[in-house]
């Protein structure tokens, strides 16, 4: 509550500004998020880079610069459009370009799509809709319930309804247009990572929705591209025809008749928007900045003192350090421990809350003691990492083969990935991590291992095959969610969890001896298993990642306090079950 009443008052005290200085904060705002560096500055310029290749380096970065200025005065002109009279909003809008193509679509009786992109102003467009056009409109709620409360208090005062994205208000939205009425709907927004299609974009594949083809379809509605522009002094809002009703691709006519508006002013476009976040399976990823250098800067520091300590403390003294460290994530319930325990919660739901929460405890103290060792992990000589594990069992399913190692985050993954650095020619299937500190000091102990890494892409899988035909050892963590379309939800712990297919693909493909490889923390020391899959190379992927997650929960379940319930191993879920983690 106290969020949503410091969020009102701060849009009360700026509202009491006019359009022209709230613009003039706008721009200096842009100005602070471009020379800070800032990452909606960074995704700027990529979208930039993606989308206007034909530009020189200087002429991407002026537009850049440009649109960032433009975003910044959009943010600060929503509070204007929120909470300024609704007349004085209206009297703004100064012209009105091209209105008779709505008029005569209007006339068919078959209803109207407002396609209203990221361009200009989205929120002042919706006083005119509503005014003259009785828009029903479609809007993502925001994640604080008061904060969006108040929002749509706000929007409520434009004329336009708002309905929400789920299916009543598909069928709110469907039931205007069969009425011959008007909705809005914001096209260039990535739909759910598993909805959509690829379609082209400025000449780049983007996750687009089909759901405004699918109004088309049922409706045989007209379509319109509606912006809201800004001015000098106010705002002119112009329609263009999306001929999708008649169009061989609705959803590509619908992003030529985009690209088209955003080229009038493609200083005005919201490129801070990760447009092309979600990739086709195997494509390279976007968004992939370093963090800022101040950052790193502190993470390098803090790593510095972490391994520096870490290698000092003896084995003796990590279970002592680890059980108050594990406290304090349970006192101030920071995310590793709440992200455990709902894990354990959704995936042994028949258990007692009791059971659960004792499992937590546990599998949170045995990640510290992990983490605890890894200093030593990396940094002790090869002379003396033999000391490091008791001993190693089942090397006899790796011999005279290639061999695909999973290494789950079970027990000390680090300990099985520098033996397997030590004694086979080893290549990684490598996911970076977030933190660019902690990313760029993994890569370097990876090479101190002697292990080499190729990334989640078609290009990295395919080095990764070629490593497999020359007869050497490939490894990759089977339970860590891939973030491109390369999944699919196969049952882990009676839980649909999105599982890498490239693994099923090599064992399709390359018929590979498949271990799993876990570092198994014991009262006598750490003893490093590999356990050999049994698997059918015939089957269908699905099949063949059925077989994995089958025979990896058996794994669990033998050490399961030692495995990592911290991840977030179920963050992307079907479209129809709710979100885990929020």
């Known amino acids: 509550m106290f969020k949503a009443q410091l969020f009102d008052i701060s849009l009360t005290i700026l509202s009491s500004l006019s359009l022209l200085w709230l613009r003039r904060i706008g721009q200096v705002l842009g100005l602070v998020l471009w020379y800070s560096r800032s990452r909606m500055a960074l995704v700027t310029l990529e979208n930039i880079q993606l989308c206007f290749p034909d530009l020189s380096a200087t002429q991407q970065r002026r537009l850049a610069k440009k ?192 690209v088209s508006a955003i080229s009038k002013a493609p200083e005005q476009y919201l490129w801070s928007y990760k447009r092309f976040r979600t990739r086709e399976a195997g494509g390279q990823e976007r968004y992939q900045f370093p963090q800022h250098p101040v950052r790193v800067f502190i993470e390098n520091v803090l790593l510095a003192i972490f391994f520096t300590v870490g290698r000092l403390i003896g084995p003796s003294l990590k279970e002592p350090l680890a059980a108050p460290i594990a406290f304090i994530f349970r006192l101030f319930h920071l995310k590793a421990w709440r992200v455990s325990t709902l894990n354990i919660a959704a995936c042994f739901p028949s258990m007692l809350s009791d059971e659960q929460s004792a499992l937590a405890r546990s599998s949170l103290l045995e990640h510290i003691k992990t983490g605890l060792e890894i200093p030593q992990t990396w940094y002790r000589s090869n002379d003396h990492f033999a000391s490091s594990y008791v001993s190693v069992e089942g090397l006899e399913h790796m011999m005279d083969k290639a061999t695909l190692v999973l290494t789950p985050p079970l027990g000390n993954r680090e300990i099985v990935m520098r033996y397997l650095g030590e004694h086979f020619y080893s290549m990684e299937y490598y996911h970076p991590v977030p933190s660019t500190a902690l990313d760029r000091l993994i890569r370097k102990q990876r090479t101190r291992m002697g292990i080499s890494l190729v990334e989640h892409t078609s290009q990295g899988l395919e080095q990764l095959t070629r490593h497999l035909k020359q007869g050497n050892v490939a490894t990759l963590c089977p339970d860590q969610q891939p973030r491109l379309r390369g999944g699919e939800f196969i049952s882990f712990f009676g839980m649909p969890a999105l599982t890498v297919k490239a693994m099923g693909s090599i064992l399709r493909e390359q018929s590979p001896q498949v271990v799993f490889g876990i570092g198994i923390r014991e009262l006598s020391g750490i003893r490093i298993h590999f356990h050999p899959l049994d698997y059918n190379a015939k089957q269908e992927i699905t099949s063949l990642l059925e077989s994995i997650n089958e025979q990896l929960e058996k794994i669990i379940a033998t050490h399961i306090t030692q495995y990592r319930w911290a991840d977030k191993r179920l963050n992307i879920l079907p479209p129809s079950m709710k979100k885990l983690y929020e």
């Open 67 to 258: 649109s960032l200025t433009h975003t910044s005065e959009t943010i600060l002109e929503t509070i204007f459009a929120w909470k300024a009279d609704r007349q004085l909003c209206l009297d703004s809008i100064q012209s009105v370009e091209n209105e008779s193509i709505v008029v005569d679509a209007l006339r068919r009786g078959k209803g109207v799509i407002f396609v209203i992109p990221h361009l200009g102003n989205w929120e002042m467009i919706n006083h005119y809709l509503g005014e003259h056009y009785g828009l029903t409109h479609m809007a993502l709620p925001f994640s604080h319930s008061a904060i969006n409360k108040l929002i749509s208090g706000y929007r409520g005062r434009t004329g336009t309804k708002f309905v929400g994205v789920g299916s009543s208000g598909i069928k709110a939205q469907l039931h205007v247009l069969r009425q011959g009425g008007c909705i809005g709907t914001m096209p260039d927004q990535e739909p759910t990572v598993y909805s959509g299609t690829f379609t082209e974009f400025f000449g780049v594949n983007a996750l687009t929705t089909t759901l405004i083809s699918g109004y088309v379809k049922k409706t045989e509605c007209d379509t319109m591209i509606a912006v809201c522009k800004r001015t000098s002094d106010g705002f002119t809002i112009s329609f263009s025809p999306a001929e999708m009703r008649t169009a061989d691709d609705p959803s590509l006519e619908m992003n030529n008749a985009i």
